[in-house]
């Protein structure tokens, strides 16, 4: 779980590691970014995870691209 505190007031977003690592990815080392893409996601899926944030976030699952690529070289 991430824990934010907000003056009195916290909140706690179930996030999974894969989740984490997702933000990182498309967060790009921009604080607003992640802010922007947790909130969105945790506004529309119950845990952030690595599915939640790419589909939140309209970017194509990395396992996508794979596939994609691997029909382009065969």
Do not use: H, W
């Not at 967060?27 to 944030?53: C, H, W």
């Amino acid at each position: 779980y991430l824990t934010f505190m907000c003056s009195s007031t916290s909140f706690r977003l179930k996030c999974t590691d894969d989740g984490l690592a997702a933000l990182m990815r498309l967060g790009q080392g921009d604080m607003r970014k992640y802010l922007n893409i947790l909130q969105s996601t945790s506004m529309s899926f119950p845990e952030i995870n690595e599915n939640a944030v790419y589909l939140c976030t309209g970017n194509p699952l990395p396992e996508d691209i794979r596939a994609i690529v691997e029909t382009m070289l065969s």
